[in-house]
Each structure stands twice: as structure tokens, then as C-alpha cells.
């Protein structure tokens, strides 16, 4: 027994079926782009911050309290200091807060930031009563308890409290 189909309907044209394939193809294409390119760029992201934080691992500093020097002028005073760069790699002072006598909570001084080089020191000179609220009198806050010095780096840090016999002062 033989069947015989009729033709009753026609087939997509090799023309449009070229067109479709390379339609989806095209759709597909712009998709996967897109996906990658995000992909890449937190990727690349995600490496920065490690590259960061394996950099701050091996990063440390302190303050060589030997050469601490303060100069009073009335009612204001600067502090000479050396920052000692103990690291491994160049560390960045971000920030300095201060606490004084006669206030509650600490201020952070107008403050650039600065880079010490690895295996140095670096002597700088701090103005102890210009702060990121405006300037300070000594008269009114009182004179400076400590002082913290905060890098770019996470957990590196250093405070510089008053010593017993006070600070030394430039004769």
C-alpha cells in the first residue's frame, strides 16, 4: 500500500530561513556581549580590591615619638613629628583625628594626605587647631590629649597619646 502525501503547504523560503538564522544569531551575539563585558568589569573590579588589601597586609607605620616637638603660640600650636614607614610597601596618611582636653569628641584636622615611601621617615609639621570644622582655640578646647594618625589601609593606624611629663616644647 503506498501513501502519497499531498502538498498543501509550503515551505520557509532558504532566503528567510538565512535571515531568521542570522536574526537569532545576532540576538544571542548582543546578549552574550553584554553579559561578558559586565562580567569582565567585576571581575576587574574585584581584583583591585585584592590587590588593595594584599598591598595594605604587608603595610605599617608609627610615630617616632623622640622627635616630637610642640610649638605654642598663644592660643593655638603646631607639632613637629617623624612618621616611620615599618612596611613593606608605600603607606598613605589619609587623616588625622585629635582629642582635647576639654571636648567629648575628637576632631579631624584639615589635612592633605600624603604618601611616606617605603623603608622611610617623613617629618611633618601639624597644625593642631585647624580643623575640618573651622579653627580651634586652645583657650577653649584645652590642650591636645592624643592624637591618631589613619592610613588608606584598613586597621593601619597609629595613636600618639600625651606623655606623662607632657610634650616637649620648643624653648
Known sequence: ???????????????????LLIAFTMAIAALLTAWV??????????????????????????????????????DKGNMSTRLENIGFNPI????????????????????????????????INIDLYETESGTLSSLVVGGVEKIQFFSTCDGVW?????PIGGWNIQP
Open 92 to 123: 598613605r596618611i589619609k587623616k588625622i583625628q585629635v582629642w582635647y582636653d576639654n571636648q567629648n569628641l575628637p576632631e579631624y584636622l584639615n589635612f592633605s594626605e600624603m604618601t611616606i615611601p617605603e623603608d622611610e621617615d617623613v617629618k
Open 1 to 19: 500500500m503506498a501513501y502519497y502525501f499531498q502538498k498543501k503547504r509550503k515551505a520557509v523560503s532558504p532566503l528567510i530561513a538565512a535571515v
Open 37 to 74: 563585558t559586565q562580567f569582565t568589569k567585576q571581575q576587574q573590579d574585584e581584583s583591585e580590591q585584592y590587590r588593595e588589601k594584599i598591598e595594605c597586609a604587608g603595610s605599617n607605620f608609627v610615630v617616632n615619638s623622640d622627635f616630637n616637638l610642640w610649638i605654642n603660640v598663644f
Open 158 to 162: 597609629f595613636i600618639l597619646e600625651r
